[in-house]
């Protein structure tokens, strides 16, 4: 089963960080994507994938957190931490909590499968 789930991570990790499956031009030095990595890389930033990013709440969410703790946490807009959390609920990697009144988000024991598993891809990779 560790394989099957580190193989499904594998896919989606490179799906995500080289883009697989989209329509681009091939990069040539002087490609507008070129470019712009070129300048990302010397302002030392650089883009994070949707994995990452689903890595990030999910880790934020580990010690109970709010809707704003993780907007704030993983740096999204409201919007796009809405759509991440309706994925990581719907593929229960994430559960809400009503407490206190409040809706508080938590990583379920398939997210941290997923936060382990993930954090083995990265070492594997080298990143």
Do not use: W
């Amino acid at each position: 089963m560790e394989h099957l789930i580190l193989s499904l991570l594998f896919g989606f990790y490179l799906y995500a960080h080289f883009e697989i499956g989209k329509n681009y031009q091939q990069e040539t030095p002087t490609s507008n994507r070129a470019i712009m990595r070129k300048t990302m890389e010397r302002k030392g930033r650089k883009r994070r994938d949707r994995l990452y990013i689903m890595a990030e709440i999910l880790k934020i969410a580990k010690r109970k957190a709010l809707k704003t703790q993780l907007m704030y946490g993983a740096n999204l807009s409201f919007a796009q931490l809405n759509d991440y959390l309706g994925v990581l609920i719907s593929t229960k990697l994430l559960k809400t909590i009503r407490k206190d009144n409040k809706l508080v988000y938590t990583t379920t024991s398939k997210g941290l499968e997923f936060l382990t598993n993930y954090e083995k891809i990265i070492l594997l990779l080298g990143e």
